[in-house]
């Protein structure tokens, strides 16, 4: 059973800095790529950024780029996002996802919300 576990959301400051990470589990992690999405109150899922299987190659979306660094470490099965400067357009609930494009599993979420 694929299982991924969201961690390190919270509240903070625009313009300050969260980790998020994601450990998995229930599959053989360094042979997927994996994604980060995010969905802002009443809206959609947003795709925010995915790291191929060794992170040889990264894609942000625009409201990423600059800011985010998506990141992985294949012999802890954890998938992290850096986010620096944030806004208060970030805040959302982040959800990892397995596969390009987060068209796989996702976990349940960790809550980020940013303060303006």
């Known amino acids: 059973e694929v299982q991924l576990v969201e961690s390190g959301g919270g509240l903070v400051q625009a313009g300050g800095s969260l980790r998020l990470s994601c450990v998995a589990s229930g599959f053989t992690f360094s042979r997927y790529a994996m994604s980060w999405l995010r969905q802002a109150p009443g809206k959609g899922l947003e795709w925010v950024s995915d790291i191929l299987m060794s992170g040889e190659r990264t894609s942000y979306a625009e409201s990423a780029k600059g800011r985010f660094t998506i990141s992985r470490d294949n012999a802890k099965n954890t998938l992290y996002l850096q986010m620096n400067s944030l806004k208060a357009d970030d805040t959302a609930m982040y959800y990892c996802?397995?596969?390009?494009?987060?068209?796989?599993?996702r976990g349940q979420g960790t809550q980020v919300t940013v303060s303006s």
């Open positions: 996802a397995k596969g390009l494009r987060g068209t796989g599993e």
